[in-house]
């Protein structure tokens, strides 16, 4: 514990890059999750290649799934721990303080932060799982490609968002993760010391337009099943 890359990662700077470091991690997964996600436009074939794809690697899912559940540990951990040394450097809150250029956003980390944690236990639940919804279990699918009998991903998605309150929840969930990564994403900037007094206006623009397109692209998905722009297959 007295090595220097421990010492480093517990003072506050090391834990503050381990908080960029982890989100990036974190926001790239989204990213490329809602890019996934987005196949479900090029129908039921598509989507399920893709899915049955993903997993039929075990070795590298599982290396995956571990890798990623590091990297949120890691965030949320680190983020008390974070909130924990703040309040005890500033024990008494001064009741006259007005909040200073402070964001929405910024000021909301930690109960976005906190919703998000929580939609993605119920997310994994919902559709990893699938203890929420057992008939989900049976739902499966013959590549037309191959002939391998699969797991029908495309028909869960769209029966399950054709559920008023699971898409609402799921749409509500995604706004909080749109003001979690406008304000995470500029953070990282700071950290990594680049959102400096020129590009500051720039780099904040780039936070806000990336959270808004993981916001419009994981929505696009349950507003289209709402919409009725897919058939199942009767
Ligand atoms: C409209 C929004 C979303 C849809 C339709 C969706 C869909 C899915 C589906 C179908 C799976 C299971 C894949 C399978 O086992 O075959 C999955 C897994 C997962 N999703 Fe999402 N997702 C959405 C949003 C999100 C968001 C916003 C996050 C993170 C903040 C997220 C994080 C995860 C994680 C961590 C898993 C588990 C990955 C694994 O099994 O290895 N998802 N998602």
Redesign the pocket.
């Known amino acids: 514990m007295n090595s220097p890359c421990c010492k480093f990662f517990s003072s506050s700077i090391g834990k503050k890059y381990l908080m960029a470091l982890s989100g990036l991690v974190l926001a790239g997964f ?1 990213f490329v ?1 809602m890019l996934g ?1 987005l196949q479900v436009f090029l129908g039921q074939e598509a989507l399920n290649a893709y ?1 049955y794809k993903l ?1 039929s690697i075990p070795a590298v ?1 599982w290396g ?2 571990l890798f ?1 559940l590091l990297a949120t540990l890691t965030h949320v951990l680190t983020a008390i721990s974070l909130v924990r040394e703040n309040r005890a450097a500033r024990p008494e809150p001064n009741g006259d303080e007005k909040v200073v250029q402070a964001t929405i956003a910024s000021r909301t980390m930690g109960l976005t932060g906190s919703l ?1 944690f929580a ?2 236990v119920f ?2 639940l919902h ?2 799982v699938r203890i929420t919804h057992p008939e989900y279990q049976d739902m499966h699918y013959v590549l037309e490609k191959n002939g391998k009998e699969v ?1 029908d ?1 495309f028909t ?2 769209v029966g399950g968002f054709t559920k008023k309150w699971i898409s609402a929840t ?1 749409i509500v ?2 706004a909080m ?1 749109c003001l979690h990564l406008t304000h995470g994403v500029s953070s990282l900037f700071q950290t990594v010391g680049i959102r400096n007094t020129a590009w500051k206006a720039r780099l904040d623009g780039v936070a806000i337009a990336y959270g808004w397109i993981i916001f419009i692209g ?2 696009s ?2 507003l289209a099943v709402l919409m009725g722009a897919f058939k199942l297959p009767v």
């Open positions: 989204v999750h996600n899915a997993q899912l995956f799934r990623l998000l939609f993605i997310h994994v559709y990893t797991h991903v869960m998605i799921y969930c995604m993760l994981f929505i998905v349950p």
